[in-house]
């Protein structure tokens, strides 16, 4: 080879058309750009899925803040207490009761004790020892003695029927009844009752006396037992 075709070879070459070189960069840059391309979708994917993350729990805490009252378990009701059975019979519970000590001397005058303490079951119009006050001193001391003692028992027996009514049978009866009551005592003679309003129950007597029943329902192993404020007559 001539001097001057080594020298041209060279020239040939330095003097090469700019694409072969951008050629080169842009081969460099594609192979790079993929890398780069990957490491920016990547970062993005991280990012958006840590923004996801962060809005889905956002969003659940929310949910829960606002589910939160609905979930909370009901106020429970108050829890009602069933009423005791009762232990004593009629009789024994007039006697223990300081109220009621004229009554249980008259039964016990009366001799009615065994009677009243019988399995029944009997319902008691039981008068007060103010119910007995009403009476005149004179004559309730004389029915206390043992030559008025038929008298007393017809008295006492006045205010026993025979069965358990309490005050919701009242009621049935007298709804049945145009708003009377109409019961047969143990001594034969009737009573009447009605509601006078707010359930409280008025007693007629045969003599045209009449009662109010202040306390209703007192429950007693032989029957049950309605306080009055007055004695009743036969």
């Not at 993929?34 to 970062?43: L, S, V």
């Not at 909370?72 to 829890?79: D, I, S």
């Not at 309730?140 to 003692?149: G, W």
């Not at 019961?183 to 006396?209: C, H, I, N, S």
Request: with cysteine; aromatic share 4%; hydrophobic share 40%.
């Amino acid at each position: 080879m001539s001097g001057t075709d080594h020298i041209s070879g060279e020239i040939c070459i330095l003097c090469r058309p700019e694409p072969y070189f951008s050629r080169s960069r842009q081969s460099a840059t594609e192979q790079g750009e993929p890398k780069m391309i990957k490491t920016r979708t990547t970062f993005g994917l991280i990012a958006g899925a840590a923004a996801a993350l962060t809005l889905a729990a956002c969003g659940n805490n929310s949910s829960t803040q606002n589910s939160a009252p609905a979930n909370e378990p009901a106020t429970p009701a108050p829890a009602t207490t069933p009423a005791a059975a009762p232990t004593q019979d009629i009789v024994a519970a007039a006697s223990t009761a300081p109220d009621f000590t004229t009554l249980t001397s008259a039964i016990q005058s009366a001799g009615l004790q065994q009677r009243l303490s019988g399995t029944g079951p009997f319902t008691v119009f039981a008068p007060t020892n103010a119910a007995f006050d009403k009476i005149p001193a004179a004559d309730r001391n004389a029915l206390m003695q043992p030559a008025k003692k038929a008298d007393l028992s017809k008295i006492l027996t006045y205010h026993v029927v025979p069965g358990k009514l309490t005050a919701a049978d009242l009621a049935t009866q007298a709804a049945a009844n145009g708003g009377v009551a109409t019961l047969t005592t143990v001594q034969g003679g009737k009573l009447t009752l009605r509601d006078t309003g707010g359930g409280r129950w008025e007693v007629t007597d045969a003599k045209g006396g009449k009662a109010m029943i202040t306390v209703a329902d007192q429950a007693r192993t032989n029957g049950v037992v309605h306080v009055v404020d007055t004695v009743l007559m036969p």
